[in-house]
C-alpha cells in the first residue's frame, strides 16, 4: 500500500551521518516496492543542510538526492527553521523548495509516517 511517508532532516550536515543516512533511508522508501510518496524535510539545524553552498559530494547525497529526484520526491526546507538561524532564500539550493513553518506541520500532521534523522 502506498504511502505519505515525510523524513525529518533535523541536524546539522557536517560532522554526523544524519544527513546523509536520512537521504538514503528517504531514496530507499521512495523506490521500494510499493513506491511511497517522499518529502524530505530540512528542519531545525538541518536546515543548513538546504543551502547550495552545502558540499554534497562531502555528504555523498548526489545519488541519493538524484534517485529520490527520478522517484519524484519532494525536498523542502521550513522557513520558521531558516527564519531562527538567518538563512536567507537565495542560500537555499535551486532544487529545495522553501515552505512556511505551518505548512510543514501540515505535512507531517498529514503524513502516514515520518522518520527523524
Known amino acids: ?11 546539522a550536515p557536517y560532522g554526523r551521518v544524519h544527513v ?3 537521504m538514503r533511508a528517504a531514496r530507499g ?5 510499493d513506491h511511497h510518496d517522499v518529502t524530505v524535510v530540512f528542519t531545525e539545524d538541518g536546515a543548513y543542510a538546504a543551502r547550495s553552498d552545502v558540499d554534497r559530494d562531502a555528504l555523498n547525497l548526489p545519488g541519493h538526492v538524484a534517485d529520490l529526484r527520478d522517484q519524484d520526491g519532494e ?6 527553521a531558516m527564519a531562527e538561524r538567518e538563512i536567507a ?3 537555499i ?5 522553501v515552505r512556511s513553518g505551518g505548512d510543514v506541520t501540515t505535512l507531517i500532521r498529514e503524513a502516514d509516517c515520518t522518520l527523524d534523522f
Open 93 to 97: 539550493a535551486h532544487d529545495v523548495s
Open 89 to 91: 532564500h537565495d542560500e
Open 20 to 22: 546523509p543516512e536520512g
Open 29 to 33: 522508501v521512495a523506490a521500494g516496492f
Open 75 to 80: 525536498m523542502i526546507v521550513d522557513a520558521a
Open 1 to 11: 500500500m502506498k504511502r505519505d511517508v515525510v523524513v525529518l532532516l533535523t541536524r
